[in-house]
């Protein structure tokens, strides 16, 4: 019998995978993409500590690698999100005492997934990684993550506490 | 609490090293990888996903740039503000429905005029500009009779080739793509050469390559798509775009060039895929009629010979 934060990751983790191809690409701006399916694995991780934040950052990451359009080498963004999951775990403690921080972590979060990615992309040669490509997306991509920020960890913390309430004291 | 932590540092390394492997094994396997497998169930489980998000996410989209402020309701104004905008809305939505009309005709009349037989569909995902790829994902699949490596299109011309398919979805490698090449000749001149995308979203230019290093090109010169070996993955004939700049000298090795596609990568809405490419070759039969050139008045002198001269 999987726990209920298990339930509730699976569900926001699908969720999120279907609304970032659908919608968030869609959105007519320039720059990046708004990355919602990063915004809930740094929530759940804020929420349940690093643990737990980096495997849901890995099976999002898996998740993104395999759904439609995805062409690039699986484990890519396995790779990217379990080490963002991790590091955003580790500021667990923090983030009860301060409203500021979970902000610090999603800029640190966002930036670091782009430049993890495009690392990776440049390890193998990947043509499509260029450095003025990194250069348009890397502040777009921190902008869009923390204004988005704002929606998504208040509901995504509100329902973990709903859902285990001792364990995710997080004000 | 340290007993705790090292079972997340021992997962944490478990994790990244399956990550690891897994890109290099599908690195490693490049055009038939051992996980193509889980990616096409990926795609026969969660294409399904997709489509549902996209028919409720459409319209969230659509109504993006009409959403106002909601008057309170509690005063008059208000109330017909909200009515107002509600009747704007609705006359949007019938905008939003004249062109997909529209999309639909363009795109009939170009297969037609090129003869292929197209199978039409629409985008459903887009992937995220920060996967540095350009690709898409049609709601249309192998059920519909699509196959990899067939043309995609629209009413203003190239828009990719089908590089993945599922059941009920499929994927696009956009011509925009820098992995994507395709086969070009230019209209009329018959020089070929082969385009590769540029990659980045809001320029959206493709470069050509010309074979012969002697070739002219000029600016306004108009593309064609050459044709592939077997009509895959690309059937002759779709209009491609039009030179916007001419590098490089002539006599160099080869000339290059700046193509502006025709196609705009980023409102892709409806499109069809060329399931049966056209008998013989349409030539520049696909391509728009030229815009009329002003009249240059030509001035005729006639020389009649004269029986001095002759003699």
């Given at each position: 019998m999987p726990s209920a934060r298990v339930v509730l990751a699976v569900v926001l983790v699908t969720v999120a995978l279907a609304l970032q191809v659908t919608l968030m690409s869609r959105l007519p701006l320039p720059g990046a993409t708004p990355d919602l399916l990063l915004l809930v694995v740094v929530a759940l991780a804020l929420a349940h500590g690093p643990g737990f934040g980096l495997v849901c950052g890995f099976a999002a990451g898996l998740g993104a690698d395999l759904v439609p359009p995805a062409d690039h080498e699986v484990g890519r963004w396995a790779l990217v999100l379990t080490v963002v999951g991790f590091l955003a775990g580790s500021a667990h403690d923090q983030a009860r005492r301060s409203a500021f921080v979970p902000l610090v972590v999603v800029a640190v979060a966002g930036a670091a997934s782009v430049l993890l990615y495009a690392g990776l992309g440049a390890l193998m040669d990947d043509p499509n990684v260029t450095w003025v490509g990194v250069r348009e997306l890397l502040p777009t991509a921190v902008v869009y993550d923390v204004v988005l920020s704002a929606f998504v960890l208040p509901g995504v913390l509100t329902m973990a506490r709903r859902v285990e309430p001792d364990q995710a004291a997080f004000a | 609490m340290n007993r705790d932590t090292r079972r997340t540092r021992v997962l944490l390394a478990l994790l990244l090293v399956t990550s690891i492997s897994l890109i290099t094994i599908d690195y490693r396997g490049g055009d038939n990888s051992p996980l193509d497998g889980v990616r096409s169930l990926a795609a026969t489980v969660?294409?399904?996903?997709?489509?549902?998000?996209?028919?409720?996410?459409?319209?969230?989209?659509?109504?993006?740039?009409?959403?106002?402020?909601?008057?309170?309701?509690?005063?008059?104004?208000?109330?017909?503000?909200?009515?107002n905008q509600e009747l704007t809305r609705r006359l949007r939505t019938s905008e939003l429905d004249r062109n997909r009309a529209r999309e639909l005709d363009e795109l009939l009349h170009l297969a037609g005029a090129g003869r292929y037989t197209v199978v039409p569909a629409r985008v459903i995902a887009i992937g995220s500009a920060q996967t540095f790829s350009w690709t898409v994902t049609l709601d249309a699949g192998s059920r519909d009779g699509i196959r990899p490596d067939m043309t995609v299109l629209n009413g203003d011309g190239l828009v990719g080739r089908v590089k993945t398919v599922g059941p009920s979805t499929s994927t696009v490698l956009l011509a925009v793509d820098p992995e994507s090449s395709v086969g070009v000749r230019l209209e009329a001149s018959m020089e070929v050469g082969f385009t590769t995308g540029q990659g980045i979203r809001d320029g959206g230019d493709l470069d050509l390559r010309l074979l012969d290093g002697q070739s002219t090109v000029d600016r306004g010169d108009r593309l064609v798509t050459f044709g592939s070996q077997g009509d895959r993955p690309y059937v002759p004939g779709v209009p491609v775009g039009e030179v916007v700049s001419v590098n490089g000298t002539p006599g160099s090795q080869t000339r290059s060039a700046v193509v502006s596609p025709y196609v705009d990568f980023t409102s892709l809405d409806l499109v069809g895929v060329v399931v049966d490419p056209p008998r013989t070759d349409p030539r520049d039969a696909v391509l728009p009629p030229r815009p009329a050139a002003t009249p240059v008045p030509t001035v005729t002198v006639t020389v009649t010979p004269s029986p001095k001269a002759g003699g």
């Open positions: - | 969660f294409g399904p996903v997709e489509r549902v998000a996209a028919a409720i996410a459409r319209p969230v989209g659509d109504a993006v740039d009409s959403v106002g402020s909601l008057g309170d309701g509690v005063d008059e104004a208000a109330r017909l503000k909200a009515r």
